[in-house]
């Protein structure tokens, strides 16, 4: 097996990660109710229709098919360019397969159910962050993998000078 394939093994783990805790929540949670694990986390069983933060939530419908398309363009997108990386490039390819899992695992929740399910509910007090779910979660960690590795001297990139095929 190829490095580039290891690395889409590393996106389907997350996807499949994902889709059984989403699978879990919606049998075993009804809708809204939440179950307190922690002084300042819930889990809870929420439906999001729009993005992150539930953007566009209220939108009137169009919004799934945009984000629909937009996940599809953006998968693919990210699989051809964890193609061009160099083996050595092993953060952006680590913070790409990240966010090619997180953004399937979305992709299928609106394609499937036309919603995303969220549960994970962080608070402090009476203020909550916005439920998410293992799919977001992934999409965030590697979006700051690739930002801290933007901060990296070139010179330590350039390392190993892998030809990208």
């Given amino acids: 097996m190829t490095v580039k394939y ?18 879990w929540v919606a049998a075993n949670l009804p809708l809204y ?10 889990l809870t069983h929420v439906h999001n229709t729009g993005a992150a933060f539930s953007f566009l939530a209220d939108a ?10 937009l996940a599809v363009l953006v998968s693919a997108f990210i699989v051809r360019y964890l193609w061009r990386l160099g083996e ?10 990240l966010i090619l ?11 499937r159910l036309g919603y995303v399910i969220d549960f994970l509910d962080f608070y402090y007090r009476q203020w909550h962050w916005p439920a998410f779910n293992l799919a ?4 965030t960690v590697g979006v ?13 990139k350039e390392i190993g000078h892998g030809d990208g095929s």
Avoid: C, M, T, Y
Avoid at 88 to 97: N, P
């Fill in 144 to 156: 700051v993998i690739l930002l801290l590795d933007s901060f990296r001297p070139h010179h330590e």
């Fill in 33 to 42: 109710q939440r179950i307190e694990l922690l002084p300042f986390f819930n």
């Fill in 60 to 69: 009137g419908g169009w919004q799934r098919w945009f984000f629909l398309g």
């Fill in 88 to 97: 050595h490039e092993r953060w952006q390819l680590a913070a790409l397969s």
């Fill in 6 to 23: 290891k690395w889409l093994v590393v996106a389907l783990g997350v996807v499949v990660a994902d889709q059984l805790s989403k699978l």
């Fill in 101 to 111: 899992g997180g953004a399937l695992g979305n992709l299928i929740d609106r394609a």
């Fill in 136 to 139: 977001d979660s992934a999409i």
